[in-house]
């Protein structure tokens, strides 16, 4: 099984919640969009229902996007059936969402530890773990899906970040010491899901790019919503916006990529 995430290559564009500022974010709407605009790439986030029905939406509860109200842990799958979004639609469930865009491939965030064991299940059943790439800030939820989902793809945890960005900063030998702390290629770890800055502290910089490539991680980037920044980004070797924006985004992708070509 070949690589789901690559470096060097042309940069790619994740849809953020399915292009939140294009359709309703995490919508069917949303979803179906992006893959009639021939986007491939999908982040999108995971909760379970009290019957353990996984649904792809962002918060624990559904007052923000939706005209229901609660936890999504409190209600089972009926009932979220009869909700609906700013779309129209009702919450989109994994399991049709895997059936419906057999070509995009989802970076599902496990949401919480209740969602860990149904999300391996239904991408299990749905012979969908070639096609799927899993994320969260939890590293230990991280590690159970791995285990529950021999060979899927996936990012790693605010841990192992931590221990990147901390490595990128030493020099390059004790760096690459400290880095084999975290979870690498023969884990599945193929990608480092990260925001330019957390808590004031930066995170992306050229030696943080350098250092997760030697190490074999694609560097994704959330959540880039302005041009500006989309260059800056890409001028340091970044693999991947993450972004609500993927019309402008692929737009500025295609343009800085058709210029490298011209000068090299």
Known sequence: MGRLWHIGRKPIVIAHRGGGNEEAENSLTAF???AAKGFRYIET??????????????????????NGSGSISDH?????????????????????ALEQFPSVVFNIDAKSVQVVAHLART????GATARVSLS???EKRLKVLRRLLPGVRSSIGTSG???????????????????RAVPGADQGVEAVQVPIADHGIRVVTPRFVRLCHKLGYAVHVW???????????????????VTDEPS??????????????HFA
Not at 123 to 126: K, W, Y
Not at 223 to 241: K, P, Y
Request: hydrophobic fraction near 50%; avoid cysteine; proline fraction near 3%.
């Open 32 to 34: 179906a969009n992006m």
């Open 123 to 126: 991408i299990e059943d749905a």
């Open 161 to 179: 970040i931590a221990t990147l960005v901390f490595a990128s900063i030493l020099p390059a030998a004790l760096g690459a010491t400290v880095a």
């Open 45 to 66: 986030d995971s909760h379970a229902t009290q019957d353990g029905v996984v649904i792809l939406f962002h918060d624990p509860t559904l007052d923000r996007t939706t």
């Open 76 to 96: 089972t799958a009926d009932q979220i059936a009869a909700v609906r979004d700013a779309s129209g639609n009702s919450p989109v469930r994994l399991r049709d």
């Open 136 to 138: 969260s800030f939890s």
């Open 223 to 241: 959540t880039i919503n302005d041009q500006t920044t989309m260059h800056r980004l890409l001028a340091m070797g970044v693999d991947g916006l």
């Open 248 to 261: 402008l985004a692929q737009r500025v992708i295609d343009k800085y990529w058709a210029a490298r070509a």
